[in-house]
């Protein structure tokens, strides 16, 4: 009885504000072109950053720093996975092998992942992806690599090295624009030194956008890979 | 009547959806996973508010000139969301498990009467 009161007490709430929304963004034409600052990166976005995907450009060019809290909140969050879930001794608990076609597929496919991930965040700056989606990649190889065997860990060490090192390279190349160009994140590769003018749409071209990317990477997929390790081991009492 | 979009209404949908399963069920894995369903609303409405008709993805590649593409800040806005609905996610995925040691169950009204 309770439970169909709460049932349809929370259908009434979620009628009102569904209501709610829809006459809000009744208001919000679909379809039509509304932009404002958009249309200014897209106007600019080849001769400012020297990169041909313009969301990559917006992230890490024009909002570098907005970036550089985003991969803090990721830091701040793996953090916190690995102090709740902090115990004294913790290991793999996993009684089963993958099966024969797991394992065997992720002995084939895990260096290729690993791969692709790494293609995914060069090329930020060309394709679609960037170094967030090809850190997750690179966290899905190690994943998998927990999944099919059960005494399988990544290298704690060389990944909290890694990590370390990477996340004071962002800061590293930020402080480098900080002391030629006037500001923190100054794009000094492509606005100083006119690296790849002539080559914009290749690999060598973008500015910092791949360095940022190559180093974002790294971190996401040594982060993701952390809190994939801490989640998959759990506590044994002797 | 309102006339709004199918993509506003879909996002809406998603975002009702998830909001339903928080404020109904009582395993806190069935609420991250509402909460998960209602981000994946939002990011959708973010994307879908940026969509041109007739335009193609921010790539300014391939004969695509600055007039042919949609707008590229909500995809950047929504980039970094994903990442932190990522972020989140795994957090309280870990207070879960640490909530579960502690009383061993999931279901919320149990905890609440056990913490007495």
């Known amino acids: 009885m309770v439970s169909i009161l709460k049932r349809s007490l929370a259908i009434i709430t979620l009628l009102i504000i569904g209501y709610w929304l829809a006459q809000g963004l009744s208001g919000v034409p679909f379809g039509q072109d509304k932009m404002l600052v958009g249309q200014y990166y897209l106007n600019h976005v080849k001769q400012q950053t020297g990169a041909v995907n313009a969301v990559t450009a917006v992230v890490v060019n024009y909002r570098g720093f907005d970036t550089l809290g985003e991969v803090t909140v990721l830091f701040i969050a793996s953090t916190g996975v690995g102090a709740l879930l902090w115990g004294q001794r913790r290991k793999r608990t996993a009684r089963t092998e993958g099966s024969i076609v797991l394992t065997t597929g992720t002995r084939l496919l895990a260096p290729f992942v690993i791969l692709f991930g790494a293609y995914i965040f060069i090329h930020g700056h060309l394709t679609p992806g960037g170094g967030f ?86 971190k996401v997929g040594t982060e993701l890979s952390g809190i994939i390790d801490n989640m998959l081991k759990e506590e044994v009492s002797e | ?12 949908a998603l975002v009702l959806i998830g909001l ?23 990011n959708l409405l973010l994307v879908s508010i940026g969509y041109i008709y007739g335009r193609s993805a921010p790539i300014l590649s391939e004969g695509i000139g600055p007039n042919q593409a949609v707008d590229p800040i909500p995809q950047a806005l929504v980039l970094t ?36």
Do not use: C
């Open chain 1, 133 to 218: 989606p090809g850190g997750a990649t690179i966290a899905t190889a190690f994943l998998l690599l927990y999944m099919a065997f059960t005494v399988y860990e990544i290298p704690h060490r060389a990944f909290e090295k890694t990590e370390g090192i990477v996340g004071m390279g962002y800061v590293i190349v930020g402080l480098i624009g900080l002391a030629i160009g006037g500001y923190f994140l100054f794009d000094w590769i492509w606005q100083t030194w006119h690296l790849g003018t002539n080559n914009i749409g290749r690999l060598f071209s973008g500015g910092f956008i791949p360095v940022i990317y190559t180093i974002i990477g790294l």
């Open chain 2, 1 to 12: 009547m309102i006339h709004i979009s199918a993509f506003y209404f879909g996002s809406i």
């Open chain 2, 20 to 42: 339903y399963a928080i404020l109904v069920k009582k395993n806190i894995l069935k609420m991250l996973i509402g909460l998960s369903i209602m981000e994946t609303g939002v």
């Open chain 2, 81 to 116: 969301a994903i990442v932190i609905g990522v972020a989140t996610t795994a957090m309280a995925l870990s207070a879960a498990i640490v909530l579960y040691r502690h009383y061993g169950t999931l279901n919320v009204e149990e905890i609440r009467r056990l913490r007495g």
